[in-house]
């Protein structure tokens, strides 16, 4: 099923990534690129089977070329979890800025994750593949990592709405993260089985709706 999104398709995205690439770029540029190229990558195939080789076709570059900015591989994948855990953060944090509600907040920064998702399809198979990764890598404990931060806004958010009377005191905040957490990676697995990621866009509100009701205090 062809996906029907207003978002830049990843092989377009891919293009323009390999299009820019093939200049001179100034080492910091080149990396993001990289980074860039990899998750463009990830949309159109599994992660596990993206090699350095694979990346340097993309781009138009020797392995060596790239192994100039990056050690090793590891180092690669690391770096892409810190690009996606530095932009996905700030993502919600800008979402959720100067709202008062912390339910209206909250449900701010579940859209914008899924935006972002949209945006970047490659990226939720990245996050599973270092997940389900048996060993434990750089890029696995970033993944770990991101997840925890993750879940320590959304306890604030919750801890701020019990304090206000907009969320109820019986609310168990840990749980109500974890739920958080797996409902976005239960929309994106569905997305990513039918095939249609742009079906997040009209399937989150009504997700969302539905976990608001639990949390709202009757009082």
Do not use: C
Not at 91 to 113: E, K, N, T, V, W
């Amino acid at each position: 099923m062809k996906a029907s999104t207003t978002a830049v398709p990843a092989e377009e995205r891919l293009a323009a990534t390999i299009e820019v690439s093939s200049g001179r770029l100034p080492a910091e540029e080149r990396r993001t690129v990289t980074i860039e190229a990899v998750i463009a990558l990830a949309a159109l195939k599994n992660p596990n089977d993206i090699t350095t080789a694979d990346i340097a076709k993309q781009m138009n570059l020797t392995q060596g070329s790239l192994f100039r900015h990056f050690a090793t591989k590891d180092a690669i994948w690391q770096s892409v979890m810190e690009w996606v855990a530095d932009r996905l953060l700030a993502r919600i944090d800008s979402a959720a800025r100067g709202i008062p509600s912390p339910l209206q907040a909250l449900r701010a920064m579940f859209l914008a994750h899924v935006e972002f998702v949209v945006e970047h399809p490659g990226v939720p198979r990245m996050m599973f593949g270092q997940l389900q990764n048996a060993g434990s890598t750089p890029a696995k404990r970033m993944a770990q990592n991101l997840i925890q931060r993750y879940a320590e806004r959304i306890s604030a958010r919750l801890e701020e709405g019990k304090a206000s009377g907009e969320i109820t005191h019986e609310v168990d905040t840990n749980a109500s993260a974890i739920l958080f957490v797996g409902m976005l990676q239960g929309l994106v697995m569905q997305s990513l089985l039918s095939g249609d990621i742009a079906r997040l866009r009209k399937d989150a509100p009504g997700v969302f709706a539905v976990f608001e009701r639990a949390l709202r205090s009757r009082t």
